[in-house]
Each structure stands twice: as structure tokens, then as C-alpha cells.
């Protein structure tokens, strides 16, 4: 299969969704509606701006393909593995599990009946009921739970299996966030204090790391720019001989600066994704895609 796609980026397409989204509110809100909606549009600005400065000669679209945006060499042998992508199989046994009939005889298309139109770019999203982050990979237990089947586990395995059949649907697709009310925005800015927060004994934040020496070498590592991050997962990692999550990920960098990791699909990690997609607002949803 061909599992590299190229499309156009619409991030103004993007932002100005963002802002239609929220046109019709009460009165009242209306100031504090639109200087909400103001700081996060100039943070997305910034955010691309930064990156476009610091990598003038690439492209900004491309950097949906993570380190490999930034470093010809070693892109050059991951198109080569992405021809036989060593996921694949996990996206065969993901839309297969996807197909299982429930014990009521429901199945995962009566939570996502459009699943194969491509749904990933609208996630995450803010529940305004119950106030919360909504992952995809959130999104699939919550559908075992209303059909009273027993969740699954976070970050690898069957669920990392219908999360990347569910990218691959929707690969091509524009990341699509919105941002509906005030309680949505304390989640965003708690996911970009999380970005920006040094944490661990090393004293790192993620945004040393991905944006301020974005492009450097850490140790055998070169460092990918965090914008784009959540594009393409869930990611296949020869060094993990598996898939995983991005939330897999944020434990894996926890770690790395040895912080304590947090629970997988926890608020801390949601809220932060919530952040990460947001300033990949508009980009395109290439994944699952491999990594070293
Ligand atoms: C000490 C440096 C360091 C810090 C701090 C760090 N990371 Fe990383 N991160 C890495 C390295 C190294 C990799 C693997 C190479 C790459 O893709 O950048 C990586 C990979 C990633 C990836 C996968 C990118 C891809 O395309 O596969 C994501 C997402 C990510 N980091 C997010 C974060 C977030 C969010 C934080 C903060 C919680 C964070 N990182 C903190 C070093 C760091």
C-alpha cells in the first residue's frame, strides 16, 4: 500500500474553524470568549513562526514526519522502512478488532459511525459536559465502558491497534481542534504549562527539548521540533518493537529527564495533548507512521 500521502496545509482554513467554532455564545461572554480565542490563535502563530524561523529552509507542512522533517540522511532510510511499514499489520488487526461485535450486540461503529471518513483530525476535543479531554484512544474505552465491556489497556496493544487503524482512515485529513468554552481553554493553558514546565532531576522541560534546541543532537538523538508531534501516532518504534500511544511517549520523555511518568490517558497527559494538537492546528493526520 501506498502509506505516504501529501496533501495541502490549510492551518488558516484551521484557525479560522477554531474561531467560527465559537461564534455563538451569550452576550455576556462574548469579551472573554474572543480574548480567549485571540491568545490561543497568537500562541499558534508563535509556536509556527518559532519553527519556521529556526528551520527556514523547510517546508512547515513537512514537519508532520517528526525528526525526519529536519534530517535528509536518516529520512531517506525511513521512506525506504515506511514502503513495508512494520505497522501495517497492526492496523489490519486494529480494523479487525474495530469489526468485533459486542456481548450486546453493538460494536465500535455505533460509537464511530464515521470512522471511515476519517475522524482522528477531530480529536482531541474538549466534552463540555463532563469538562475533560477527550483522546481517541480515551474515545475507544468509553465505548467499551457504555457497551459494558471491560476497557483496554492504554498505550500498547489492541487499543494502540484500532487507534492507528483509525489515523489511517483519516490520514490526509486537517487537524480540526476546537476550543468551545472557558473550562476548555484552563485545559488547554494547564497542557501548555505542562509543555513549558521544567521537570526531573535533569530539570528539562518538553520545550527545551522540541523547541528551544529542536534540531540538535542528544546523544544518539536528534531532537524533532514539537510541532507536527501529534500527527502521526500512534508511532511503531523499533526501539520499543511495538506501537505506541503518544501518551507511551510523553512517559517515555518523563522518564528520559527522570521524572516520575504519569498514568496513560490521565488529565495531565490529556490536557498536554490537547495543547500539542492544538498548535498542529490544521496540519495533516499521517499517521501511524515508524520511528527509530
Ligand atoms: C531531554 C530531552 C527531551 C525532553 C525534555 C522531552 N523529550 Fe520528547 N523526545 C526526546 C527524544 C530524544 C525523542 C526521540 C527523537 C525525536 O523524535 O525527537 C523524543 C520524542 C518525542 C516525541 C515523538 C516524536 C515523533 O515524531 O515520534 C514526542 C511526541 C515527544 N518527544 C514529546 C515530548 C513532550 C510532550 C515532552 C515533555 C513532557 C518531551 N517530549 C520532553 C527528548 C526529549
Not at 496493544?157 to 468554552?181: E, H, M, V, W
Not at 501548555?192 to 527545551?208: E, I, V, W
Not at 503518544?246 to 527522570?258: D, I, P, Q
Request: proline share 3%.
Amino acid at each position: 500500500m501506498n502509506l505516504i500521502k501529501t496533501n495541502k496545509f490549510h492551518w488558516l482554513a484551521g484557525i479560522a474553524t477554531l474561531l467560527l467554532s465559537v461564534s455563538v455564545h451569550s452576550q455576556n461572554n462574548e469579551n472573554k470568549q474572543s480574548s480567549f480565542q485571540e491568545n490561543v490563535k497568537e500562541d499558534i502563530q508563535e509556536f509556527r513562526d518559532f519553527y519556521s524561523k529556526k528551520f527556514s529552509n523547510i517546508d512547515i507542512n513537512e514537519f508532520k514526519d517528526g525528526v525526519y522533517a529536519i534530517d535528509a540522511k536518516s529520512r531517506e532510510q525511513w521512506l525506504e522502512i515506511e514502503e513495508f511499514a512494520p505497522y501495517e499489520i497492526s492496523v489490519e488487526e486494529g480494523e479487525e478488532a474495530f469489526g468485533e461485535t459486542f456481548a450486546n450486540g453493538k460494536s465500535y461503529i455505533d460509537c464511530f459511525p464515521k470512522v471511515e471518513d476519517g475522524i482522528r483530525q477531530n480529536y482531541p476535543y474538549f466534552n463540555t459536559e463532563t469538562n475533560q479531554v477527550i483522546t481517541v484512544e480515551l474515545a475507544i474505552n468509553q465505548c467499551r465502558k457504555t457497551n459494558n465491556e471491560k476497557p483496554l489497556a492504554f498505550g500498547n496493544g489492541t487499543l494502540a491497534d484500532i487507534s492507528a487503524y483509525i489515523s489511517f482512515a483519516s490520514r490526509g485529513q486537517l487537524l480540526d481542534i476546537k476550543l468551545p468554552n472557558e473550562k476548555a481553554y484552563d485545559a488547554y493553558m494547564a497542557g501548555k504549562k505542562f509543555f513549558y514546565s521544567k521537570r526531573g532531576q535533569l530539570n528539562f522541560a518538553c520545550a527545551d527539548c522540541h523547541l528551544q534546541i529542536a534540531g540538535s543532537m542528544l546523544r544518539a538523538d536528534l531532537l524533532s521540533p514539537a510541532l507536527g508531534h501529534p500527527t502521526a501516532m500512534p508511532v511503531y518504534r523499533s526501539n520499543w518493537g511495538e506501537l505506541g500511544t503518544l501518551h507511551t511517549r510523553y512517559a517515555e520523555c518523563n522518564k528520559n529527564v527522570r521524572a516520575q511518568p504519569l498514568e496513560l490517558q490521565g488529565e495531565d497527559y490529556r490536557n498536554l495533548e490537547y495543547f500539542q494538537t492544538m498548535m498542529s492546528q490544521g496540519m495533516e493526520v499521517n499517521g501511524p507512521s515508524s520511528r527509530k
